[in-house]
């Protein structure tokens, strides 16, 4: 028992002492590196930005500002579920799918279903169909995950191909183009699309986000589940609920986020929305949620996509190639997530 | 120690000195032993020991940290597995390693490239390589039939004629009869002598005090890493072994005062899975219930069967009202069951989470006005218990990962007294934790005990059982061969039922094999 005790003393030296609370600058920006990564960034935007007729700086022009969040809503809404996603140690690949389907469906009430009540209550019911056939594929989506243990990769990528097939069946692989004047498609075309709308949306959905998964008891279940799933199990947590929670809500927005783009787009294509999950996947991973699950934040999820926006932004001022500016981003999603893996014990 | 002259003369390999720690713990203390050529040596001691440790250092899988092999008295460089089959040193693990859609000729040959000089693959020159040696080891199917078609008993002669076939003259084994019939042992014992004729030594490494004492010519016993002494098996008894495997440290155990009742508050009745086979006992208010079995015995898989883990369990579980198998650890929380698992690491904490998080994270709902947890009440709740459980950390705020494995253990151990459950099943719950943390653990377990809870410890460290324990049931192969009360229970006593030699287990049911 003697030398029992001798061997399990020399295992355990005494927990570290915690590094005095003084932390390096380095060490600091090291902590927030998405947030100085997007600092760095304005930074080079303004350097490079043109320059307008009056020698203002182009980039920090409230219009162009304005137009980059704009222009990353609709990835930063999907971007938002697939951080719940991502964080509860899944993926989910049909969100592009998803967006698709919602347009379609949004299109297709608007413009080709006369209910002959009012406007308001026509686009309420156009929208609402939309977002629950969104929300209803994430549900099935996560009870399949859950219920059937299949990999998150493979139902997804299932879903992704089925929903697509869907959309494109039910609009038979064809634009639904919106109308104008003071046809009801026009309306929620200019409602939807509208710069303090969409900005507002994201905002207020990022907002809710974030307190959902920092206050509640299911945002705590989600990253238990992405940190250790089997240790949650052990600890009575209702994995499978959560996980169909977390896929109907990532479906819900990525149907929210196909609304808008419906609005913004002035139509309905079945077609659209090809690699959205992939620039949403980036996004997250660029804003330090770990791929592996259970650690990140919505907040860096918000950063990660103006990250990429404003990087399309200045490139796009700069006149880049758009072939180039995809490899330029190839080179920044992996630059980011190596920084961030960087001097982390695994 | 006394040997035989030729064999100190003449030993095949020689373990000198070897040594190997991980991370602090010491799993091999200087230990030397020596093995004659067509000596089949046994390989003996509790958990912990360091048999498998030992076993990995001859096959290569694991360097040592000081001492050296020798084999026909020549040092010998084993860095790899690859270097110990080049030595002629072959191992037989547990899980077989061979690949099940290949055939039985092309796993023996699998390493020997020589065999083919072309890169077609000539399935007569195949069966004409492997067909001795299949001869030897008895196997006598084809040698086209695809591994996955055999029974464990034949996969195992396979891997015995691949070692071999590369030359091996000394064969490890580990556990080589866990999953075999009885005929499939008798075959494999023939076969082991025939070996030992022909000078093929083997280092055999078991529980199973009988088999080692039917098969083995020496017998070595390890215990807590260190060499206790080596044995020959014909002038043994199994008292004398189970001696050597408990030590000499027999000072009595002071036993923690009882608080045991009669109020039954869980009942197990012939609980069977893939690993149990008709548990049953009954844990009564205030007991603490020490389980001890050798590592495989079905210690851990009993507490998975418990509490919802394991699908194939079936039987009678009465607690909470019900009595069937919980279906799940949701379910088994509700009716009263707690688990503080085995390995912390995976199967207990959120690593990257915080302490506080970790500690409430069976007790959120509890803590939640409408799904939004109340973080004033989660402050105080995990704060109580942390502090009564004398956690150390910078903050409860702290990532669970930045504490010693002492303070992870408490962080866990509080999840469960916050939820405070009936029964509690704490399995290892002081395993790699430093002197002062086992101490605050027995704290909990007398604790919970004083407060009428049930526990049922789970633990290699007999002293530590023989402490806490109002009872022990031992368990061996998924059966329990004894159940003894703390004032008659002795190390020897639970290491002869863990083991299951036939004079210890003083008329309690026999494995019949």
């Given at each position: ?37 997007l ?22 022009q409230v219009g162009n500002i304005t137009d980059i969040i704009r222009q990353v809503s609709e990835i930063g809404i999907i971007a938002l579920g697939m951080t719940y996603v991502i964080l509860?140690?899944g993926i989910d690949l049909s969100v592009g799918s998803t967006l698709a389907l919602s347009a379609s469906i949004t299109a297709m009430l608007l413009m080709r279903w006369s209910p002959?009540?009012g406007f308001a209550e026509h686009i309420v019911l156009a929208v609402a169909a939309a977002l629950g056939a969104s929300a209803a594929i994430g549900f099935v989506t996560g ?9 998150p990769f493979?139902v997804t990528l299932a879903t992704m191909i089925g929903v697509r097939g869907f959309a494109r069946w039910l609009t038979s692989n064809t634009n639904i183009d919106f109308g104008f004047g003071q046809d009801v498609s026009a309306v929620f075309s200019n409602v939807g699309s509208h710069k303090p709308v969409v900005i507002g949306t994201l905002a207020v959905l990022a907002l809710i986000f974030a307190?959902v998964l ?31 929670w977390v896929y109907t809500l990532c479906g819900l927005l990525a149907g929210l986020a196909g609304v808008i783009h419906a609005a913004q787009c002035h139509q309905g294509n079945p077609n659209d929305g090809v690699a959205y999950e992939l620039e949403a996947i980036a996004a997250v991973v660029i804003g330090?949620t ?6 990140g934040?919505i907040g860096g999820t918000i950063l990660g996509t103006l990250i990429m926006g404003i990087l399309t932004n200045i490139l796009r001022l700069?006149?880049v190639d758009t072939n180039?500016e995809f490899?330029i981003k190839a080179?920044i999603i ?13 | ?513």
């Amino acid at each position: 028992m003697q030398s029992e005790q001798i061997r399990a003393a020399k295992a355990e030296p005494a927990a570290p002492k915690r590094a005095a609370k003084w932390q390096s600058p380095l060490a600091y920006l090291r902590r927030l590196q998405s947030a100085t990564g997007l600092i760095g960034l304005i930074i080079l935007a303004a350097i490079i930005s043109p320059r307008a007729n009056d020698g203002s700086v182009v980039f920090f022009q409230v219009g162009n500002i304005t137009d980059i969040i704009r222009q990353v809503s609709e990835i930063g809404i999907i971007a938002l579920g697939m951080t719940y996603v991502i964080l509860s140690g899944g993926i989910d690949l049909s969100v592009g799918s998803t967006l698709a389907l919602s347009a379609s469906i949004t299109a297709m009430l608007l413009m080709r279903w006369s209910p002959g009540f009012g406007f308001a209550e026509h686009i309420v019911l156009a929208v609402a169909a939309a977002l629950g056939a969104s929300a209803a594929i994430g549900f099935v989506t996560g009870l399949v995950i859950s219920r059937l243990n299949i990999q998150p990769f493979v139902v997804t990528l299932a879903t992704m191909i089925g929903v697509r097939g869907f959309a494109r069946w039910l609009t038979s692989n064809t634009n639904i183009d919106f109308g104008f004047g003071q046809d009801v498609s026009a309306v929620f075309s200019n409602v939807g699309s509208h710069k303090p709308v969409v900005i507002g949306t994201l905002a207020v959905l990022a907002l809710i986000f974030a307190f959902v998964l920092g206050r509640t008891v299911f945002g705590r279940y989600v990253r238990a589940i992405g940190d250790n799933e089997k240790a949650a199990a052990y600890a009575g947590v209702p994995i499978a609920r959560v996980k169909a929670w977390v896929y109907t809500l990532c479906g819900l927005l990525a149907g929210l986020a196909g609304v808008i783009h419906a609005a913004q787009c002035h139509q309905g294509n079945p077609n659209d929305g090809v690699a959205y999950e992939l620039e949403a996947i980036a996004a997250v991973v660029i804003g330090g949620t770990s791929l592996s699950g259970g650690k990140g934040s919505i907040g860096g999820t918000i950063l990660g996509t103006l990250i990429m926006g404003i990087l399309t932004n200045i490139l796009r001022l700069k006149m880049v190639d758009t072939n180039v500016e995809f490899m330029i981003k190839a080179v920044i999603i992996v630059l980011a997530v190596w920084a961030q893996s960087r001097g982390k014990p695994s | 120690m006394q040997l035989p002259e030729e064999w100190r003369v003449n030993p095949l390999l020689r373990v000198e000195g070897v040594s190997k720690r991980y991370g602090g713990v010491c799993a091999l203390d200087g230990v030397s032993m020596e093995v004659a050529p067509g000596d089949v040596h046994a390989l003996i001691g509790g958990n912990g020991a360091g048999k498998s440790t030992l076993s990995k250092v001859i096959a290569g899988v694991v360097r040592p940290d000081a001492g050296r092999i020798l084999l026909d008295g020549k040092p010998a460089t084993i860095r790899s597995p690859l270097d110990a089959q080049r030595h002629g040193i072959g191992i037989i693990f547990q899980e077989l390693d061979l690949f099940t859609s290949l055939t039985v000729a092309e796993n023996v040959a699998i390493r020997n490239v020589h065999v083919e000089k072309s890169w077609l693959v000539n399935s007569a020159a195949l069966d004409g390589f492997c067909r001795p040696f299949l001869d030897q080891v008895g196997f006598h199917l084809p040698s086209s039939t695809r591994v996955e078609e055999l029974s464990i008993g034949q996969m195992q002669l396979v891997a015995i004629a691949r070692a071999l076939s590369m030359g091996a003259r000394l064969i490890l084994m580990d556990e080589p009869t866990s999953s075999l019939s009885e005929d499939d042992v008798d075959r494999l014992f023939g076969l082991i002598r025939s070996l030992g004729r022909n000078g093929v030594s083997v280092v055999y490494v078991s529980h199973r005090m009988q088999e080692i004492l039917r098969i083995a010519d020496r017998i070595t016993v390890l215990r807590d890493g260190r060499y206790v002494g080596t044995r020959s098996a014909a002038d043994v008894t199994p008292e004398a072994i189970i001696a050597m495997m408990v030590g000499a440290e027999l000072a009595q155990t002071v036993h923690a005062a009882s608080h045991r009742t009669d109020r039954v508050l869980l009942t197990v009745r012939n609980l069977s899975s893939a690993k149990l086979k008709g548990i049953s006992f009954d844990v009564r208010a205030g007991e603490v219930l020490g389980i001890a079995g050798l590592v495989g015995a079905g210690r851990s898989e009993l507490g998975a069967a418990l509490f919802g883990l394991d699908p194939t369990a079936a039987g009678t579980v009465s607690i909470g009202g019900r009595d069937n198998v919980p279906p799940s650890p949701r379910e088994a929380i509700a009716r009263g069951l707690g688990l503080v698992p085995e390995d912390r690491k995976l199967q207990g904490l959120m690593m990257q989470m915080s302490v506080k998080e970790n500690s409430t994270l069976s007790i959120l709902p509890e803590l939640a006005v409408a799904g939004l947890v109340d973080g004033r009440q989660e402050v105080s709740r995990s704060a109580g218990v942390l502090q009564r459980m004398a956690l150390k950390a910078a903050s409860y705020d702290a990532v669970v990962s930045s504490l010693s494995g002492g303070n992870q253990q408490k962080v866990l151990l509080s999840r469960w007294l916050l939820v405070d459950p009936d029964v509690l099943f704490l399995d290892e719950p002081t395993r790699g934790i430093d002197v002062s943390a086992k101490e605050d653990v027995y704290g909990v377990i007398e604790e919970l005990a004083r407060s009428g809870k049930g526990v049922i410890l789970v633990s290699s460290e007999l002293p530590e059982l023989l402490r806490c324990s109002d009872r022990i049931m031992v368990l061996h192969e998924g059966r329990v061969t004894g159940m003894l009360e703390s004032s008659e229970a002795t190390q020897e006593k639970i290491m002869a039922l863990a083991t299951c030699s036939a004079e210890h287990a003083n008329g309690e049911p026999q494995i019949a094999e």
